[in-house]
């Protein structure tokens, strides 16, 4: 089911199935000066992973550019993690990130145990409504492993292109 709706999240007429979005629980004065204090590690994140790129070429290169059609902020894979630390994730994806579960329920997506989520500050543009704090999974997206397949949504403007 899942690989059905990330199929026709590309097309030109889809629209994900609207549901509500709950409210956040922990309030604004604490997610964003948590959010900004950790916006040095995040960058620096981003640099340390720009330096391995340029050291150690990944074999595929992105091109294209957003088409901002809010797929990608629609339909967020999160991984499962097991255990103790599985809430504590969960945790920090809605209450911090801001985003929220589309399905309470897990699905199999690559091998893996997935939940579904999306952002609550997509805008209705499909521009981002907290751009210079998005989490790093925005930053980083779409994603081009070294090891593995790119993650890229039909329809979102990018392409992997092979370098070979």
């Known amino acids: 089911m899942l690989q059905q709706i990330l199929d026709h999240a590309g ?16 309030p604004g004065w604490i997610r964003w000066p948590i959010r900004f204090l950790l916006l040095p590690f995040v960058l620096l994140d981003l640099f340390a992973q720009t330096l391995a790129k340029k050291i150690i070429r990944p074999p595929y290169q992105k091109v294209g550019s957003c088409k901002k059609r809010g797929n990608c902020c629609n339909y967020i894979l999160i991984k ?9 994730d969960l ?52 994603r081009i492993e070294y090891f593995g397949h790119p993650q890229i949504l039909k329809g979102c403007g990018f392409k992997a292109v092979s370098k070979e």
């Not at 801001?98 to 997506?109: I, M, P």
Request: charged share 30%; proline share 6%.
């Open 11 to 26: 097309d030109d007429d889809h629209k994900p199935k609207p549901c509500k979005i709950p409210r956040q629980w922990l």
């Open 80 to 88: 499962k993690s097991k255990g103790f630390s599985a809430k504590l």
């Open 91 to 142: 945790l920090w994806h809605t209450q911090m990130n801001g985003f929220f579960l589309r399905d309470k329920e897990t699905h199999e997506y690559e091998g893996m145990k997935v939940y579904v989520m999306g952002c609550r500050y997509l805008q209705k543009d499909g521009k981002c409504g907290a751009y210079k704090l998005r989490p790093m999974i925005c930053r980083s997206w779409p």
